[in-house]
């Protein structure tokens, strides 16, 4: 049976408040996650201040004056790593730099995660790839060619355990845009785990993508989709959070091992199931009788089954 592991994407959802970081990490851990995860980033890190209008002249970015995400302060990761341990849950913070993966690799994370935005950011898959360490490559917004030339890169660099993470880069995403057959496509063209970054309403997506192969799923999480921030509307709240994740538990022993055979319920039942040749006139069991019966009926059984 294959665990499907389930990553809470807290992101800045915490709103620049450290023990309220630690409560989600806490409701998150009750709730079944396997892992909450963070986003180490600054606004000069990451949002170009100056850029080129229609015209070619070089103007105000509006885009980095209204950047309002809530990174993760340097020293908050040795804190919430250690609340995460004492959780129970794994920690993970996405890099948007590479002295974010430095400061990561000295708070001593297990794996790393790759933004749908960073996926050809060569600078950051080659340093991520250096450590050794597993890495989910989300793939929004990107074509086939891109999701295997990032994934060369990694392994190049000397990343071998990396998991396809298929995504919709819209915060909500129609349901038209998103292409979840693609978790199949990417299973099959790459020959690496998969999984489904999402951010669709609901249990839809997530339970669909652990039918389609899924091994990874990930999900922003919210107290209330009612709070201001540019995370929240869109985010699982912790009760939808905890009713997902125990449905995906079912469907992890749903799914099985594969293999055609006899559930083990249904062995003592193959003899009742199956019919056999009788003589029509006796009624008596016949290895050249004309009529075919079941040996026995149970009367709760439908003949259906």
């Known amino acids: 049976m294959t665990h499907i592991d389930f990553i809470a994407e807290i992101g800045s959802n915490h709103g620049g408040d450290l023990d309220e970081a630690k409560r989600y990490i806490e409701a998150s851990a009750r709730a079944g996650a396997d892992a909450v995860k963070f986003q180490t980033l600054t606004r000069d890190g990451l949002i170009a201040r100056f850029i080129r209008d229609a015209d070619g002249q070089v103007v105000e970015n509006p885009k980095y004056a209204a950047f309002g995400n809530a990174g993760l302060p340097d020293d908050w990761h040795a804190p919430l790593k250690a609340c995460a341990a004492d959780n129970g849950v794994?920690?993970?913070?996405?890099?948007f730099s590479l002295?974010?993966?430095?400061?990561?690799?000295?708070?001593?994370?297990?794996?790393?995660?790759?933004?749908?935005?960073?996926?050809?950011?060569?600078?950051?898959?080659?340093?991520?790839?250096?450590?050794?360490?597993?890495?989910?490559?989300?793939?929004?917004?990107?074509?086939?060619?891109?999701?295997?030339?990032?994934?060369?890169?990694?392994?190049?660099?000397?990343?071998?355990?990396?998991?396809?993470?298929?995504?919709?880069?819209?915060?909500?995403?129609?349901?038209?845009d998103l292409n979840l057959s693609a978790i199949t496509t990417l299973k099959t063209a790459t020959g690496r785990k998969v999984g489904l970054s999402d951010h669709s309403p609901g249990h839809t997506a997530p339970i669909a993508a652990a039918a389609l192969g899924a091994v990874a799923i990930e999900k922003h999480v919210t107290f209330s989709r009612s709070l201001e921030g540019p995370d929240h509307p869109f985010a699982m709240e912790m009760d939808e959070m905890a009713a997902l994740i125990a449905d995906l538990r079912l469907l992890e022993q749903?799914?099985?091992?594969?293999?055609?055979?006899?559930?083990a319920s249904e062995i003592n039942r193959r003899r009742n199931l199956r019919r056999g040749r009788y003589d029509a006139t006796?009624?008596?069991?016949?290895?050249?009788?004309d009529t075919w019966l079941r040996p026995q009926w149970e009367a709760d059984e439908r003949v259906g089954k």
């Open 90 to 95: 794994e920690f993970m913070s996405t890099p």
């Open 99 to 176: 002295a974010a993966v430095d400061l990561m690799e000295d708070a001593g994370v297990s794996r790393y995660k790759v933004a749908s935005g960073d996926m050809t950011f060569t600078p950051l898959l080659q340093r991520l790839g250096a450590t050794g360490k597993p890495v989910l490559l989300s793939t929004g917004a990107s074509y086939l060619d891109e999701v295997e030339e990032a994934i060369a890169t990694l392994k190049h660099a000397g990343c071998s355990d990396i998991t396809v993470l298929h995504c919709a880069a819209s915060y909500p995403p129609s349901w038209d």
């Open 282 to 289: 006796t009624g008596h069991p016949s290895a050249d009788g």
């Open 254 to 263: 749903a799914l099985g091992d594969g293999e055609k055979k006899p559930a």
